[in-house]
């Protein structure tokens, strides 16, 4: 049963627009969701996260937004530059679901100049 | 440089053969993580070791073995895989009861 999912495989926006990648979880329990960011043939890297008592935590060109009663947290990115392209992982955390980190599918973005 | 270390980068092995991933972390942390990442999928956890205490995963087959020596280093032992086995395997590090998970660059496999 997949905890955290990422619907949209795909993603392509113009240079300068905002980027908005969506996830959505089941758990409840979850307690921090965290986004990474994957080039080809590297290991992902992390770029920002939000705790579950939060709905929004923003650093730089990076907001992600939390709706808890929804279960969704979304990435957002603006304005996109075309050093976003990449795969974009959504992940989930929390104190009582075993010190694993739950991860999305990944969603590819391609910022077009 | 992100403070996990993955040897090798590559690796092609045949069925038959017996290799070992190499994972080192420079962090001072305490939880270690193999993930497989393969096509289209999530990335799958594989094995845990909190505080060197290794959390199992009966999902995996037993052709995949983990060891962890001491809190800074991780193998993951392999023997007699199978094609559907190749994927980038990722090593990852954290602080126990922490956020944040530090990963290293993996290990493409290719079996053949």
């Known amino acids: 049963d997949q905890q955290v999912k990422q619907n949209s495989p795909s993603l392509s926006v113009q240079e300068g627009r905002i980027s908005i990648l969506n996830c959505d979880y089941t758990?409840?329990?979850?307690?921090?969701f965290l986004w990474y960011k994957k080039y080809p043939a590297e290991g992902p890297t992390f770029l920002i996260s939000?705790?579950?008592?939060?709905d929004k935590n923003e650093d730089g060109r990076f907001t992600v937004f939390l709706n808890k009663s929804a279960k969704h947290p979304s990435l957002h990115i603006v304005p996109s530059q075309p050093g976003d392209s990449a795969v974009y992982f959504c992940?989930?955390?929390?104190?009582?679901?075993?010190?694993?980190?739950?991860f999305g599918t990944g969603t590819s973005l391609t910022v077009i100049p | 440089e992100t403070g996990v270390t993955q040897t090798p980068r590559h690796l092609v092995m045949g069925m038959t053969n017996k290799k070992s991933l190499k994972c080192e972390q420079h962090?001072?942390?305490?939880?270690m993580y193999w993930y497989k990442q393969s096509a289209k999928k999530p990335l799958e956890l594989m094995f845990v070791?909190?505080?060197?205490?290794?959390?199992e995963n009966n999902s995996v087959p037993s052709r995949f073995s983990p060891e962890c020596p001491n809190s800074s280093h991780l193998f993951l032992h392999l023997h007699t895989l199978q094609p559907e086995d190749s994927a980038l395997y990722l090593c990852?590090?954290?602080?126990?009861?922490?956020?944040?998970?530090?990963f290293g660059q993996g290990t493409r496999l290719t079996v053949v």
């Open positions: 990852a590090s954290s602080q126990a009861s922490n956020t944040e998970a530090f």
């Open positions: 758990n409840s329990m979850f307690d921090y």
């Open positions: 939000i705790s579950s008592i939060k």
């Open positions: 992940a989930a955390w929390g104190l009582n679901t075993g010190n694993q980190f739950y």
């Open positions: 962090l001072g942390h305490n939880a």
């Open positions: 070791y909190s505080l060197e205490e290794r959390v």
